[in-house]
């Protein structure tokens, strides 16, 4: 049996081939994909060859957000044919220093579909046919679309930020960024009762799915920086920030805008930025680090399941696998796509 995959050789060299699928062996599931999320760190390995430290150094099958339908089931497995399914890409190896602690995000032997951190690199999930453990996989529910399935992986994401905070609701917020994870930051304060969201970002059609997702106003700082003047006074107006741009003036004009010990969430990623200590000692705030996930991908498929959080709004193009470059190309276009997406 052959599948059809999207293989990335070098910046900008993405292609399309053929491999062999085995059969599943016990544990395991083979799964016929059926959509596949374009991240942003996919994206950074298409348009640079990586992001930071983390270079493609040999020839990768992107993609770590991705839904399924069980096609087999190996020896084990609980899971009946025609289930779909999201998969969980996340693989800490159980057993050492940090998962023995109960924080296996920080796994010394993690192992991660789709990424380049390591050598040889975990392969992804641009494929039509995938073999995987049956225990990364999540039952999805009987109304849910493979295509909102694929948003779990994204979700999980903001729901392991919003973990980090010291809770939400009530909380006057404030989100910097409003690509797919800042518009799914969005929801997620939304759903614990946020008292206010304010979000801002450079384009339009972002902001409006920012709104669409639960923000009560949103500011194109492009246009109107001045607005956020408003929130500077009197040493800042906002409880709790999600940083999710990774661009310095956003950062510091979060901490501008936040209340003395008031807490910002760094969910974007960057290389390193200079940083006004003088305000974070001075008004005695709390910055946090987040990263990836862990037990909020089960979370984060019961919330989509029941619709408790509605990821639609985010995802803007579906394009079959044999147009993955074409994909890629409107994934960079951040005043035409939102989510784009993968079908099989």
Known sequence: MQ?????????GDLRIETAPVTAPAPGEVLLKMAAAGICGSDLHYYQDGGFGPVRVREPMIPGHEAAGTVELAGEGVSLEPGTLVAVNPSQPCGACEYCSIGMPIHCLKM?????????????????????????QCVEVGASTTPAEA????????????ASRAPGIAGKKVLVTGAGPIGSLMVAVVS???????????????????????????TINVAQDAASLAEFQVGKGYFDLVFECSAAAPAIHSAIAA????????????TGDVPLPLNAIVGKELHIH???RFHEEFATAVDLISRRKIDVRPIISHSLPLDDAVSAFIIAGDRSLACKVQLTF
């Open 3 to 11: 599948t059809r995959l999207a293989r990335l050789y070098a910046k």
């Open 111 to 135: 192992r991660f579909m789709g990424s380049a951190m390591r050598l040889p690199h975990e392969q992804g999930m641009f494929r039509e046919w995938l073999v995987v453990p049956a225990r």
């Open 150 to 161: 694929a948003c779990s992986e994204p979700l999980s994401v903001c729901l392991h930020a």
């Open 191 to 217: 759903h614990y009762e946020a008292s206010e969201i304010v979000v801002t970002d450079l384009a339009d059609a972002a902001l409006a799915r920012a709104k669409a997702m639960g923000a009560n106003r």
């Open 258 to 269: 936040i209340r003395p010990r008031g807490t910002i969430v760094q969910v974007g990623v």
């Open 289 to 291: 680090g987040t990263q």
